[in-house]
C-alpha cells in the first residue's frame, strides 16, 4: 500500500512537469516511481514515461517503455497506438498504419486511434481508407472538428466538392471561427460558384490569421477575375504587409500592376519575387502576363 501510494505521489508530480512542458523534471521524478517495488509493473506509469519521452523527442526511449507495456499487456491498445505515432513522428506511414490497425483491433472503440490511422492512410495516399477512418473516428466522437475539417480536405482534393461542403460545415458548426475551417470552406465555396460567399470567408480567414499569405492571395485572384485589378492590389498589399517573406505575393501584385499599367512598380515587385524565390525567374520568362516587364530595359540587364 505503501509502494502504491508513492508510486502515485511521483505519478502526480512528474504529471505537473508535464504540463508545465519541464520533461526533464517529469522523467526525474518517474524514474523515483518506476524504481519502487511494483513501478515497473505499473502500465499506466510506462504510458505516461512514453509519452514524456515522446514529446521530447527521444523516441528510442519511449519506443521501450511501449515494449515494456506490451511485455506485460499483450493487449494493450494504447501502446499500440503510441508506437503508431512513433513512427508518424518519423514518417514511416505504412508501419505506422499497422500500429493503428492493431490498436482498433483491440479497441474497436478507440476514436483517437481511427483519427491517426485515417492520417496515415491520407499520408500514403490511399483516400479510400482515410475516408473510412476519418467516418469511424466522427461516429464515436461527433465533435471531433478535425475528423470533419480533414475529411471536407480531402474531399476538396477529390474534387467531391458537395461533401467538402458538407463536412466543413460540420467542422465550423463545432469551431465557428477556426482559421483552417473557415479558409478551407472560402477554398470549396469558390469551386462550388458561390463567389460571393467564398470572399466573406475569407475575409473571416484574414480576421483570424492575419499571418497566413494564402488568403489574401486567393481573395486577391478571385478579384483578379473580376478584373478589379486596383482591389485585388490593395489585398494582396496588407498580404505583403502581413507575410513579406512571401515571393507569390510580390509576384502576383505585379502582375496585377501590369493590368493596370504600372510597369515600374511591377518590375519592383518581380525583382523582389525573384530574390525571394529564384526558381519563380523561370515563371516571369514564360508569364504572358509579364511580356511588358520583360520588353523593359532594366529586366534585360538583370535577368538575360
Known sequence: MKNTYMINNYKNIANKFCEDGNFIRAINFYNKAYDLEGGSEDIDLLLDMALAYDDMENYDFAYQKYEEVLNIDENEARAYFGLGALYDNKQEYTTSIKYYEKAVEIDDKYDRAYFFLATAYDEIGDSENAIKNYKKAIELNPNDFWAYTNLGSLYEEMNENELAYDMTREALGIISNHFTALFNMAVILKKLGRESESVKYYE??????????????????????????????????????????????????????????????????????????????????????LAPIREMQAYKIMFR
Open 204 to 289: 473571416m480567414s484574414i480576421k483570424r490569421d492575419k499571418e497566413n499569405p494564402y488568403s489574401y492571395l486567393n481573395l486577391s485572384i478571385i478579384y483578379k477575375g473580376q478584373k478589379k485589378y486596383k482591389k485585388a492590389c490593395e489585398i494582396i498589399s496588407e498580404g505583403i504587409k502581413n507575410s513579406p517573406q512571401t515571393s507569390v505575393l510580390y509576384y502576383n501584385r505585379a502582375c496585377f500592376y501590369v493590368r493596370l499599367g504600372m510597369n515600374e512598380l511591377a518590375l519592383k515587385d518581380l525583382i523582389k519575387a525573384i530574390e525571394l524565390s529564384e526558381k519563380l525567374l523561370e515563371y516571369a520568362n514564360e508569364d504572358e502576363e
